[in-house]
């Protein structure tokens, strides 16, 4: 809008150049006069290189050819305008009386070049013509008519708008601009299409005052923006110096990819048939500083609404977003691909799609959210607390309170963007519905009863597939009082026969317990532990997570004895795609369980055996130590004591009795 002002100084120093004209002035001179005149208020070089013919028919005026107006210094993009020629027509009578009143301006295929240099400054800010109040009156005091248009006209003309803070470059085609002032420096109206490529969109707006505008004044403005199935409406004020504006905001649109288009984002239509029509309401204020403000909004999608009360500063390397969300109820199934189950849930494997994540860093957020029910098509949410931080690529959903599936979950879900997606997580569940939980989320409806697990994990790559397939983590899980629906393992194992599954078949379970780890998708468990009347599990084995399959081996204890704890122990397979495992009675396990359980016990009846003989044995030779040597073993003492003690008893006495038949001997006969 801004720059379509500062134009109005060129179209009053055409005027003067056409009424020279038609009054058989030299035109060139008069154009070289007109043109270092406006140079002098703008700072700005005006050429005009081609001829100036005068008109009387319809209205009075002249075509004024090869006209060019220069850049902001320093600029290489080239002239900000470049027309090869103009049509100008006003009215005598204003002229005689010391005003200019436009009956006509067209221009027809100009080039127009917008540019904003790197602090900030753009082309369309002249040093004279409204740059500032102080200088509007400059140009007043300097004599300069007040101008009126009837109409002026830009017709098919190429805009490019070059924001070299930003990095950007977009130029669009088509340009229609239409523009009416009757009164000079009063009420405005504006029309202007633009296109590109195969889109186009139409701008309208009513400005109360042209002058107040120029002067940095702040004016009522309204103003709608026409794509296809797209339109936005603004009705407010706003002002040019500095740049503001507040209002009541209205948009709605039923498609993205226009609009996206006219941006320079050509590509497929983003907005999923359920998400339309796409609705923005409330009020909208552009601070002088840059920044966006939202209070009382409304953002609309499908039959969605959300409550919304954002801020949207620039300040920063990425543009910040803060402010608060909130919503009673909820309905994503449109943004995922087939819902829950037909997500990957039921045997087809994850999606392998794309993921593009890009979005995380287009700027950076701290929202406070606060939902009702939310359907995603893989969960249904009764409520959720939480916060949303994004840094650098790197955004962070913080549960602080999830009510779900009777139960509760906490944590917090990562997705990283910096460096290649990766998404992690660290999540607490607590007495939650297994059977809709595992429904929803895996397409598994063999497991019913309530469960509460702590998981921690982490995966990497670009597709729901790719994660799915290079996830590590760890975690355990308890389950309280539930069924395994379709199996049941009692009536399997009491008859030898795997044709227990299916419908009508059930195993009632009191807990199942156990820790768990993943490596490169794959989950191990080495401790499960089921617990039943008359009936206990134990088992170990794989889930391969990106693969949807299932290796796993139990052992149950069947038929046990409430009294003696005997039980049968008969290994149980389970393989195949969860969607569809099959069961399968390990006899060969069996076997080989009851083979080694017979090993077992023989070579605990050898050792019995042996150590019978060697027991009998060694009873035998004790009898016979304690005959030969006569000793009595008393109670308490061992054998060895005992022979230990006759020995020395023995050895005494033999020595008493020697020495004592040595003192008792006879003295030798006499010789």
């Known amino acids: 809008m801004r720059w379509i002002v500062r134009l109005i100084g060129l179209v009053l120093v055409l005027v003067v150049v056409a009424v020279a004209a038609l009054f058989l002035v030299p035109a060139e001179r008069i154009a070289g006069l007109a043109a270092r005149q406006f140079e002098a208020m703008t700072g700005r070089a005006l050429t005009i290189s081609g001829p100036v013919r005068p008109t009387i028919w319809p209205v009075i005026g002249a075509r004024i050819e090869g006209v060019t107006l220069a850049n902001i210094a320093g600029s290489d993009a080239g002239p900000m305008l470049q027309a090869e020629a103009i049509d100008l027509g006003v009215d005598l009578g204003a002229l005689i009386g010391g005003g200019v009143t436009v009956r006509n301006f067209e221009a027809r295929g100009p080039r127009i070049i917008l540019e904003r240099d790197a602090q900030g400054r753009g082309n369309w800010q002249f040093d004279g013509l409204g740059g500032s109040a102080g200088a509007q009156d400059d140009a007043t005091a300097a004599g300069l008519p007040p101008v009126a248009l009837d109409r002026a006209t830009i017709i098919d003309a190429s805009l490019r708008f070059i924001d070299r803070q930003a990095?950007?470059?977009?130029?669009?085609?088509?340009?229609?601009?239409?523009?009416?002032?009757?009164?000079?420096?009063?009420?405005?109206?504006?029309?202007?299409?633009?296109?590109?490529?195969?889109?186009?969109?139409t701008l309208e707006a009513q400005i109360a005052s042209v002058n107040a505008l120029i002067e940095g004044r702040v004016v009522p403005l309204a103003a709608t923006i026409r794509a296809e199935g797209a339109e936005i409406g603004f009705d407010g004020r706003a002002g040019l110096s500095p740049l503001a504006a507040e209002g009541r905001l209205n948009a709605e649109t039923s498609r993205l990819a226009p609009l996206l288009a006219l941006a320079g984002q050509a590509g497929a239509e983003p907005l999923p048939d359920g998400a339309r029509p796409l609705?923005?309401?409330?009020?909208?204020?552009?601070?002088?500083?840059?920044?966006?403000?939202?209070?009382?909004?409304?953002?609309?999608?499908?039959?969605?609404?959300?409550?919304?009360?954002?801020?949207?500063?620039?300040?920063?390397?990425?543009?910040?977003?803060?402010?608060?969300?909130?919503?009673?109820?909820?309905?994503?199934?449109?943004?995922?691909?087939?819902?829950?189950?037909?997500?990957?849930?039921?045997?087809?494997?994850?999606?392998?799609?794309?993921?593009?994540?890009?979005?995380?860093?287009?700027?950076?957020?701290?929202?406070?959210?606060?939902?009702?029910?939310?359907?995603?098509?893989?969960?249904?949410?009764?409520?959720?607390?939480?916060?949303?931080?994004?840094?650098?690529?790197?955004?962070?959903?913080?549960?602080?309170?999830?009510?779900?599936?009777?139960?509760?979950?906490?944590?917090?879900?990562?997705?990283?963007?910096?460096?290649?997606?990766?998404?992690?997580?660290?999540?607490?569940?607590?007495?939650?519905?297994?059977?809709?939980?595992?429904?929803?989320?895996?397409?598994?409806?063999?497991?019913?009863?309530?469960?509460?697990?702590?998981?921690?994990?982490?995966?990497?790559?670009?597709?729901?597939?790719?994660?799915?397939?290079?996830?590590?983590?760890?975690?355990?899980?308890?389950?309280?009082?539930?069924?395994?629906?379709?199996?049941?393992?009692?009536?399997?194992?009491?008859?030898?026969?795997?044709?227990?599954?299916?419908?009508?078949?059930?195993?009632?379970?009191?807990?199942?317990?156990?820790?768990?780890?993943?490596?490169?998708?794959?989950?191990?468990?080495?401790?499960?532990?089921?617990?039943?009347?008359?009936?206990?599990?134990?088992?170990?084995?794989t889930v391969d997570l990106g693969r949807q399959v299932l290796d796993y081996r139990v052992i149950p204890e069947a038929l046990r004895n409430a009294e003696t704890g005997d039980a049968l122990r008969v290994p149980l397979l389970i393989t195949g795609p969860w969607s569809a495992p099959r069961f399968r009675l390990d006899l060969e396990g069996l076997a080989e369980q009851r083979l080694q359980e017979e090993r077992e016990r023989l070579e605990a009846a050898a050792r019995a055996e042996v150590e019978r003989v060697q027991a009998e044995a060694r009873?035998?030779?004790?009898?016979?130590?304690?005959?030969?040597?006569?000793?009595?073993?008393?109670?308490?003492?061992?054998?060895?004591?005992?022979?230990?003690?006759?020995?020395?008893?023995?050895?005494?006495?033999?020595?008493?009795?020697?020495?004592?038949?040595?003192r008792e001997a006879p003295p030798p006969p006499a010789d």
Do not use: C, K
Not at 179 to 189: D, H, Q, S
Not at 358 to 371: H, Q
Not at 497 to 518: C, H, K, L, P, Q
């Open 167 to 201: 990095g950007t470059d977009i130029t669009l085609d088509g340009i229609d601009i239409d523009l009416a002032m009757p009164e000079a420096g009063g009420a405005a109206t504006l029309r202007l299409t633009a296109t590109r490529g195969s889109s186009s969109a």
């Open 279 to 541: 609705s923005l309401n409330g009020q909208v204020t552009l601070a002088p500083a840059g920044s966006v403000h939202l209070r009382d909004g409304v953002l609309g999608f499908g039959s969605n609404r959300v409550r919304a009360a954002l801020d949207l500063t620039f300040d920063g390397d990425r543009p910040m977003l803060t402010g608060d969300i909130a919503a009673d109820a909820l309905d994503l199934r449109a943004f995922t691909e087939g819902g829950g189950a037909s997500g990957g849930g039921a045997g087809t494997g994850w999606p392998t799609t794309p993921i593009d994540a890009s979005a995380l860093g287009m700027l950076d957020a701290n929202l406070s959210i606060t939902l009702g029910p939310v359907q995603t098509g893989f969960a249904d949410l009764d409520a959720l607390r939480g916060a949303l931080t994004i840094d650098r690529a790197r955004g962070v959903l913080s549960l602080r309170e999830v009510r779900a599936f009777d139960g509760t979950l906490t944590g917090e879900l990562v997705a990283n963007n910096r460096s290649g997606l990766s998404v992690g997580g660290t999540l607490a569940l607590r007495a939650v519905n297994l059977l809709p939980l595992l429904r929803q989320a895996a397409g598994f409806e063999r497991l019913s009863g309530t469960a509460s697990m702590d998981l921690r994990f982490l995966g990497a790559g670009q597709s729901v597939d790719a994660i799915m397939r290079s996830l590590e983590g760890e975690g355990r899980l308890d389950f309280g009082q539930g069924e395994i629906i379709g199996l049941d393992l009692a009536g399997m194992l009491r008859n030898l026969d795997a044709s227990y599954v299916g419908e009508g078949n059930r195993t009632i379970y009191d807990s199942i317990t156990g820790s768990f780890t993943i490596n490169r998708g794959v989950l191990s468990n080495q401790d499960l532990r089921l617990e039943a009347s008359l009936l206990g599990v134990g088992g170990r084995g």
């Open 619 to 662: 009873a035998r030779a004790e009898e016979r130590l304690q005959q030969e040597l006569g000793v009595t073993v008393r109670e308490g003492q061992s054998t060895g004591d005992a022979v230990r003690e006759g020995l020395e008893t023995r050895a005494r006495d033999e020595l008493l009795r020697l020495l004592g038949a040595t």
